[in-house]
Nanobody
Framework: QVQLVESGGGSVQAGGSLRLSCGSTYDSPPVIMAWFRQVPGQEREGVAAIYLDNYSTHYVDSVKGRFSISRDSARNLLYLQMNSLTPEDTGVYYC?????????????????????WGQGTQVTVSS
């Protein structure tokens, strides 16, 4: 079992930055953790992912060079540093985790592949 709690969302103007945090509790550490985002009427979209064994990171093209996922293992915290934000980054951001190794790159961004989810935190970017 994994419990996830996000924080750090808010409102920011275009070009600004935010850092999201995800606190986690578990009996054993998951294999992979990720950030997803969702806007009303659309599917949940994967944004960034990190494997906890080797800390390899992955990003969707739309956020490469702007977002950075990281983990503080001592504090069981997952971060998403978001820079150069645009209105298209607006949405509810979710922290996700799973114990399975996702062998396909496409699976990293498939919300159905993740078992554990936080409640989400709202990010609003105004132009």
């Amino acid at each position: 079992q994994v419990q996830l709690v996000e924080s750090g969302g808010g409102s920011v103007q275009a070009g600004g930055s935010l850092r999201l945090s995800c606190g986690s509790t578990y009996d054993s550490p998951p294999v992979i953790m990720a950030w997803f985002r969702q806007v009303p009427g659309q599917e949940r979209e994967g944004v960034a992912a990190i494997y906890l064994d080797n800390y390899s990171t992955h990003y969707v093209d739309s956020v490469k060079g702007r977002f950075s996922i990281s983990r503080d293992s001592a504090r069981n915290l997952l971060y998403l540093q978001m820079n150069s934000l645009t209105p298209e980054d607006t949405g509810v951001y979710y922290c996700a985790a799973d114990y399975r190794i996702l062998t396909s790159y496409g699976h990293l961004w498939d919300a159905r592949r993740y078992t554990y989810w936080g409640q989400g935190t709202q990010v609003t970017v105004s132009s």
